[in-house]
């Protein structure tokens, strides 16, 4: 009898798979979907992080774009801003964004370094260090932003980034 059963077993198991086989492949699929869906999930997470940073570097282009036409029409006028902050939030579909400025003069501590240096160089540095004041000024304008799909999130809640610029008085 014997006999029998293994040669019974042997010829159906020669018409399809075991069920260690079947379990040993499931197990692979699994893991191949897993891993598959995790990279998805982080690739969609990175997409929706670069299209707000995108967006956000839009409006930051355009602001402050505004703000230096402002700033040289006002010097077309004669007028050379001393110092001048301002802030706001976008309006319509980007309210999530807030912009904010501040322009202020460049100062240079030429006289501090050279401290140790003879009175006419002194004159100098405080002569240049004076030029540079009424002719330059630094613009640091900043956006932020908060995420509204994950208010939760308290890692990043607010994405911000910076940009300085200078603008220069040729008059």
Do not use: C
């Not at 964004?97 to 160089?121: A, C, D, H, I, N």
């Not at 208010?151 to 610029?165: A, G, L, M, S, Y």
């Amino acid at each position: 009898m014997n006999r029998f059963l293994l040669k019974h077993i042997k010829r159906l198991s020669a018409f399809g798979f075991s069920l260690l086989e079947i379990m040993i492949a499931m197990g692979i699929l699994a893991t191949a979907v897993l891993t598959f869906m995790s990279q998805v999930e982080v690739s969609s997470q990175v997409a929706y992080e670069d299209e707000q940073l995108l967006r956000a570097t839009v409006l930051a282009q355009n602001k402050l774009g505004e703000i230096e036409r402002e700033i040289y029409f006002d010097m077309d006028r004669g007028k050379f801003p001393d110092e001048k902050e301002d802030s706001g939030v976008f309006e319509g579909e980007n309210d999530l964004y807030r912009w904010s400025y501040e322009l202020k003069k460049v100062e240079l501590p030429l006289e501090t370094m050279l401290q140790g240096g003879t009175e006419t160089s002194r004159k100098i540095a405080k002569q240049k260090s004076d030029e540079v004041k009424k002719r330059f000024r630094e613009l640091r304008f900043k956006i932020e932003w908060s995420d509204p799909d994950n208010p939760e999130d308290k890692r990043e809640k607010e994405k911000q980034f910076e940009i300085v610029t200078h603008v220069i008085n040729f008059k």
